[in-house]
């Protein structure tokens, strides 16, 4: 069973940045497509960004975040990243990681990023 675990949340100042990462095991890596998603208090979950399997050549992001982060692999580290730089407040969520083969999804447990001064 594919079990995700991220790490690398935590308070940092408007402008600040953070990178997330999440550690997968289980499976063979390199054939998931990878993503963040967020989700905030009182809202659903959004998409991020994506970035494809093999070398990660296509990655994607929301219009919010896009010139911000940046989505990067490290398959053989099993790892994905998440750069969030100039941060702010209305990026705080709970970010979540997701793997994908055909049908098959799988989510992390989430870690709290919260951007405030």
């Known amino acids: 069973q594919v079990r995700l675990v991220e790490s690398g949340g935590g308070l940092a100042q408007p402008g600040e940045s953070l990178r997330l990462s999440c550690a997968h095991s289980g499976g063979i890596f390199r054939i998931y497509s990878m993503g963040w998603y967020r989700q905030a208090p009182g809202k659903q979950r959004e998409l991020v960004a994506t970035?494809?399997?093999?070398?990660?050549?296509?990655?994607t992001y929301a219009d919010s975040v896009k010139g911000r982060f940046t989505i990067s692999r490290d398959n053989p580290k099993s790892t994905v990243y998440l750069q969030m730089n100039s941060l702010k407040p209305e990026d705080t969520a709970v970010y979540y990681c997701?793997?994908?083969?055909?049908?098959?999804?799988?989510w992390g447990q989430g870690t709290q990023v919260t951007v405030s001064s």
């Open positions: 997701n793997a994908e083969f055909g049908r098959s999804a799988y």
């Open positions: 970035i494809t399997s093999g070398s990660g050549t296509t990655t």
